[in-house]
């Protein structure tokens, strides 16, 4: 055999060789370069999953906290003391009534018996206030502008405010006539008594005169 014959033979069994290489390796490298792109594609899914779950609950982190309750601030010594029910109750809010204001205030002219009821206010201020009105009595029967709360300023022209109960009370049993006149604060007695506490000198000008 000459050297031709067995040189074309070897180039012929070399690029045979080739070609089944590439053969093997084209399934190789499509596949790698899927996994490559599946890699990229699952790493883009990762990073937004990381992206969205990195500030999961910031939104409520930032959000306006909550005030708490009075029910929050109950403590288990407060329930053995038994003073958790005063401390989960309602607080009332009051509206301000202006006591240097005229408009706030109440004549009515009454007949004896009137038929009130009477208690001493709270907190030391002194002072009465109108707790019921009897249905018996003239304050009820007359229809008289008189409401619960009403505070006693004066009795016939007398300013009787900050006194005490004998003693505003007594303003009213004394009166000689059967008619008397009472004048009422329309208000808490922490307006009446506190900060915006009036004068006497205006209640007797400008309330009792």
Known sequence: ESSWTRSHTSTMQAS???????LLAAPAAAFHASSARVSRAALRITSSNVRAGLFDG?????????????ADRITPIDRWLGIDKDLSAPKVVKTFVDPQDAANYRQVKLTKPMGIKFLENEGGSGGIVVDALLPDGSAATSGADIKGGDQLVGVDGKLVLGQEFEEALGAIQDSESSDVTLAFFRGSNEFLYGPTKPSEEWLRSEVLA
């Open 16 to 22: 045979r060789f080739l070609f089944a290489a590439a």
């Open 58 to 70: 910031v939104k409520d982190a930032f959000a306006k906290p909550t005030a708490p309750t009075d």
